[in-house]
């Protein structure tokens, strides 16, 4: 308890000091959130010797002495695998770190000397790095604490598409045949939230985002539990919420209702206020090209599900007394990952996509008066730029190998700069191709703007 109290106490003296940072890494499922933690530790503890990264100011002056971890905060939370996820790009062939399975943390003390030598100043400063990661599919929760049991039922019936029905059809025939004052019967809800997990999953492979409950596709160790047993009712109104409210206990509304109100406070409340609550700086992740890929109903759904997102975080300027006590976001940068996924000239396109995609939280951040950068990177770079000359003419192309281990020069089509109209769509000019990593070489990971990234979200703090 003293300990406790001691470390928080350091704690907030650090961050008086500015010099703690807590970085949210946001990014849903599949985003690119373990390997752009991966590659951050990596280029930072490469730092001074053999990273690369000269658009971050610290570095290219040759003041970043490089980076530690160091014993994390919270000491009941798994240490972020970064032993395990680099031994795996190192094997050989190389392979991508596996999916996240639960929560982690990491803290890395960054030592520099600062720009300014002064009196009484120290010759190197150190600025510690709080991160975390979790698996994408919890992230959606946090919007989830926005509603109750019948705003949330009415929202997953209006937002689906038919792509996302025909998944979920088994479930809408089930469901459609219950009536919300109708007694319970515990099998059959069982059922029922099994089928309504079963099409989530399916919609999961299918490339959809937007997809709540979280721990229906990642129960974890609540695998069974009955709060993991419920689903939304169709064919609810605003208007009816005074009748629904007073349907006795065990009536299937009222059940329904109650499981969906423990998962809020037993399961997401917990989540959201120990992880998601202290963050000084955010990067939010999106895989822009897997979406594309993926078709207009996929697209427009992660659109949705980014949007409902950022309204969970706490963004504003910072005082002094904020800085202490209620942390909130001062700075944020949105990134499209996988930019190795297409040849360079393609990247400006792949921005100005990501900012037409998060056009609304945007326009709030604007008002709010935020700093947001847009940029495209890859955390860990597969491929190689090339030119192919065809006929007197250079093109731009990718050298990289496939999953499946084949050497592959190719095109993969051109990034649409707004957001595509029916004509893309029908035409489906893009080819995305899963690479495998490239075979490790001495030093830090291979990167495309891992440098810029990291001096809009912590390089002021660096000087
Ligand atoms: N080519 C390329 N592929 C990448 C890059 N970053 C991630 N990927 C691919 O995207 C997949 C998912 O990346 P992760 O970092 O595991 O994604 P995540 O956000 O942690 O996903 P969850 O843990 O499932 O939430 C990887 O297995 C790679 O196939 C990158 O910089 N370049
Ligand atoms: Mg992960």
């Not at 907030?12 to 807590?22: F, Y």
């Not at 009941?76 to 795996?88: C, E, S, T």
């Not at 109104?237 to 206990?249: G, H, R, S």
């Not at 109903?297 to 599900?305: G, K, T, V, Y």
């Amino acid at each position: 308890m003293a300990q406790d109290l001691t470390r928080d106490l350091m704690d907030l003296i650090e961050r008086g000091r500015d010099r703690q940072l807590r970085l949210a890494v946001t990014g849903l499922s599949r985003a690119g959130k373990t390997a752009f933690l991966t590659s951050l530790v990596d280029q930072l503890r490469h730092s001074g010797l053999e990273a690369r990264l000269d658009l971050l100011s610290a570095a290219r002056e040759a003041r970043l002495l490089g980076a530690q971890r160091v014993a994390q905060q919270d000491l009941g939370v798994p240490r972020f695998p970064f032993d395990q996820a680099r031994a795996a790009l190192e094997e050989t062939p190389p392979r991508w770190p596996e999916p996240t399975r639960g929560i982690s943390e990491l803290r890395l003390k960054i030592r520099y000397r600062p720009a300014r030598q002064a009196w009484l100043r120290p010759e190197t400063t150190e600025l510690t790095l709080d991160l975390f990661d979790y698996p994408g599919e919890w992230l959606l929760d946090l919007p989830l604490l926005e509603h109750d049991y019948l705003s949330w039922s009415q929202a997953q019936f209006a937002d689906a598409g038919p792509a996302r029905r025909s998944m979920l059809a088994s479930f809408y025939a089930e469901v459609e045949e219950l009536t919300p004052d109708a007694e319970i019967d515990e099998a059959r809800l069982a059922a029922i939230s099994e089928h309504y997990a079963e099409g989530l999953r399916a919609a999961r492979e299918a490339g959809f985002s937007d997809l709540q409950p979280g721990r229906f596709l990642l129960p974890g160790e609540l695998q069974g539990a009955p709060v993991l047993q419920f689903f939304p009712l169709p064919g609810l109104a605003e208007q009816d919420a005074e009748t629904l409210d007073k349907l006795p206990e065990a009536s299937v509304y009222a059940q329904l209702a109650k499981r969906f109100a423990y998962y809020q406070s037993h399961i997401v409340r917990p989540f959201y206020r120990e992880h998601f609550r202290r963050f000084d700086r955010q990067i939010v992740l999106v895989d822009v090209l897997g979406a594309l890929n993926a078709g207009p109903e996929r697209f427009e759904d992660l659109s949705r599900a980014l949007t409902r997102l950022m309204q969970s975080f706490n963004y504003g300027q910072r005082s002094l007394f904020s800085r202490l006590f209620t942390p909130r976001i001062d700075r944020l940068a949105i990134a499209a990952t996988k930019a190795d996924h297409v040849t360079p000239e393609q990247h400006q396109h792949l921005v100005a996509l990501l900012e037409a995609l998060l056009a609304e939280p945007l326009k709030n951040l604007k008002y709010a008066n935020i700093p947001v950068k847009a940029l495209s990177l890859a955390s860990i770079r597969a491929t190689e730029a090339r030119e192919v000359s065809h006929q007197g003419h250079s093109t731009p192309a990718l050298k990289g190998t496939t999953l499946d281990g084949e050497s592959l020069l190719t095109f993969p089509g051109e990034v649409p700069s707004r957001l595509p109209t029916a004509d893309f769509w029908t035409r489906q000019g893009f080819d995305f191709i899963a690479f495998r990593p490239q075979q490790a070489a001495p030093g830090a990971l291979p990167h495309i703007r891992m440098d810029a990234a990291l001096e809009w979200l912590i390089g002021d703090k660096l000087t």
